[in-house]
């Protein structure tokens, strides 16, 4: 009975601390909690990573679109030598890749 009294008295110290508590553990471990936080973040900046590489591709392509846009004499033959393996006899072919 003393045990009921006592917790009626001191309900409002039981409630802040449970109140307390639970934002505690939300605010570490909860979905949108630290944990959480960091995960996200470590998965943003492989995707900025990766978002980098995949532009600097595509320069790289857009450039190469544009030489042959252009009809550069250049870049033609090296793609014809390259892709037919095309050479005339006083040349030597070395294969760097």
Do not use: C, Q
Request: hydrophobic content about 40%.
């Amino acid at each position: 009975m003393r045990l009921i009294e006592s917790f009626k008295k001191k309900k409002f110290i039981l409630f802040n601390i449970f109140f307390t508590l639970y934002i505690g553990i939300n605010l570490i471990g909860g979905e949108r909690g630290l944990i959480s936080y960091f995960d996200k973040k470590k998965i943003y900046e492989e995707l900025m990573n990766k978002e980098k590489i995949l532009s600097l591709k595509l320069e790289e392509l857009d450039h190469k679109i544009s030489l042959v846009k252009k009809n550069d004499p250049d870049y033609l033959d090296m793609i014809y030598r390259e892709k037919f393996r095309y050479g005339t006899k006083d040349e030597i072919i070395i294969k760097l890749k």
